[in-house]
């Protein structure tokens, strides 16, 4: 038993079986529908035991008895407390993949008994491809947080993007802003009225049909409750979602590509039949506000097509079209946020045409963070190696650290290259510096990146000698916590490094319990948390007393109102 989720040789005996054989004989479009169903309601608890609970109530209603008996033992201790699930969001996100990749035209009204358990048998097998590969029990022995990273990170990447995002509004006002962003950029806003077509003249209504299409599923967090299957005329009823939708009788199977659910992020929205609609996953319609949307404008448009009308040659390259949209955004972003929240702290923002080539620089007395943005990503069936790769290449070797400590030797050099008046204000033998990487993947953030990040860090760090100031150890801060941190600092007035040091005195005492010499997976997870945990649990501790204008929830109000929304 692995402990988190049930696999198919844990249950099973003999060779495993292929999920396309397994699925064949189902009516795709019955089982779509099925799936969407869980999906909605696992989005909101991937391991609820209630919703584990009925999805196997209803696989195993017309099972024999020793099938039913074998499988709840090996799911529950005592007949209640679940021991492992059956099922998450990733398990029916790759169901429906593979359905999609090779559909049937089969109808029926219900499910039969040998369907219900070859869709039992199909999930388990899934399990097994992505949660129980080989082992290395050598290298458990020998080295426990290598183990851990090379045996969980793969895992993190499949299935972080997919979890419940905790607050919808920050990421509809990030849509909002990424549209005022667009309205700015004619090359942009071109793109988009070329991939929408919209009746509607605001770019900002985009944000809104996606809020709208939250309040249309029945949203609710606190009744675990959500809808994943739509019996109306969605495309009538919430506008911009029309790009989005995949036509289940008339796309074409051979044009689907499987890798990295790159159709599905495209059109994460199923029209199954008329007026029948499934939503394969909450986050990738979240994403059209900001990074599925930069890949709409791209692979939608033509605009790396010679002989497309849109064709931009300087932009043909993903990466330079990205960079030249997203970067420039999420940089503005970042530091708008940064700026609004801090109004007490010296804040000065980097530009190529002087010295200040930080991207963030903050100081609050004696306390500096130096700040380094990186709107990198991870393909999310990526490997060990190439997770360590793309570490190594954004974060460390050519980016990110090696930026830091340039930023730090300059410092050293000369203490008030970036604020001249400094060495007026403060002992500036007595400065501590904060180094932070603050990036736009949350992914980044997942336990032990950032604790290999910060030892590549110490490694550099060391070169440089002794230095006149304190360095803290490296942060890696996602654009997520970054706007949950906005509204403790806007309402509570609280320093950001009061929240930064609470940090690294929970890394501290993380630290010495990871001197234990044998260690289970849960406690390895526990020692290497990173901000997104360990920040976001502070700030749940911090009520305001009273409302006060600033949140992000009220700027977003007024960015609707002054667009006569």
């Known amino acids: 038993m692995n ?57 195993l209603r017309r099972q024999p008895e020793l099938i039913k008996f074998h499988m709840f033992r090996k799911m529950y201790v005592s007949g209640q407390t679940i021991k492992a699930a059956l099922v998450d969001v990733y398990t029916v996100l790759e169901m429906i993949n593979i359905i999609l990749s090779n559909p049937n035209k089969l109808e029926a009204k219900d499910t039969t008994p040998e369907d219900e358990l070859s869709i039992l048998k199909a999930f388990l097998v899934i399990n097994e491809n992505m949660y129980n590969r080989g082992i290395d029990s050598e290298l458990a022995r020998r080295d426990k947080f290598e183990f851990f990273k090379k045996h969980t990170w793969p895992l993190y990447v499949a299935s972080t993007e997919l979890r419940l995002r905790n607050n919808v509004i920050n990421d509809v006002y990030r ?42 599923a029945g949203y609710r967090k606190d009744k675990n409750t959500m809808f994943g299957w739509f019996k109306t005329n969605l495309e009538e009823d919430v506008p911009f979602i029309k790009p989005w939708i995949l036509d289940f009788s008339s796309y074409d199977p051979a044009a689907y590509i499987m890798q990295d659910f790159r159709t599905l992020r ?38 790396s097509e010679p002989k497309s009308a849109f064709y931009k040659p300087k932009l043909a390259k993903f990466t330079t079209f990205k960079g030249d949209i997203g970067g420039t955004f999420s940089e503005e972003f970042c530091g708008e946020l940064l700026k609004n929240a801090l109004p007490t702290h010296v804040f000065k923002s980097g530009k190529p045409d002087t010295r200040q080539n930080q991207d963030f620089y903050i100081r609050k ?44 030797q300059k410092l050293q050099e000369d203490i008030t290259v970036f604020e001249p008046s400094i060495d007026e204000e403060v002992n500036c033998e007595r400065l501590v510096l904060h180094p932070i990487l603050l990036v736009t993947d949350t992914t980044f953030a997942m336990p032990g990146m950032e604790d290999y990040v910060n030892t590549r860090f110490k490694e550099e760090l060391k070169k440089l000698g002794s230095l006149r100031f304190y360095v803290h150890r490296l942060v890696i801060l996602d654009v997520d916590v970054l706007m949950k941190m906005h509204d403790p600092l806007v309402l509570n007035k609280r320093s950001f490094f009061k929240i930064l040091n609470r940090y690294y005195l929970s890394k501290l005492k993380m630290r010495k319990r990871a001197r234990k010499k044998y260690a289970t997976v849960n406690e390895i997870m526990a020692q290497h948390k990173g901000t997104t945990e ?32």
């Open 266 to 303: 495209s059109f994460p929205i199923i029209k199954v039949r008329e007026e029948s609609y499934c939503v394969v996953n909450w986050n990738f319609i979240l994403n059209k506000l900001y990074t599925g949307l930069i890949f709409d404008l791209y692979e939608k448009t033509g605009i």
């Open 3 to 59: 402990g988190i989720i049930l696999v198919y040789s844990e249950v099973f005996s003999g060779a495993i079986p292929k999920v396309e054989e397994l699925v064949s004989k189902i009516p795709s479009k019955m089982l779509l529908e099925i799936l969407s169903n869980w999906s909605g309601d696992l989005h909101i608890d991937s391991v609820n035991p209630k919703v584990q609970r009925e999805i196997l109530r209803l696989l």
């Open 175 to 216: 849509g909002l802003m990424f549209s005022s962003y667009l309205e700015t950029n004619k090359v942009a806003k071109e793109l988009f009225q070329e991939l929408f077509k919209p009746k509607e003249p605001h770019i900002h209504i985009l944000p809104v049909s996606v809020f709208q299409l939250y309040q249309e």
């Open 534 to 565: 360990l920040i976001g649990n502070f700030l749940k501790q911090i009520h305001p007393k009273k409302r006060i204008p600033g949140t992000l929830k009220d700027n977003m109000i007024k960015e609707l109102r002054r667009h006569g929304f």
């Open 365 to 408: 007395g004696r306390q500096i963070a130096l700040i380094e943005h990186k709107d990198a990503l991870f393909k999310k069936d990526d490997d060990y190696d190439r997770i360590l790769e793309t570490l190594e290449k954004k974060l460390v070797r050519d980016q990110g650290v090696s930026q830091l400590i340039k930023l730090i």
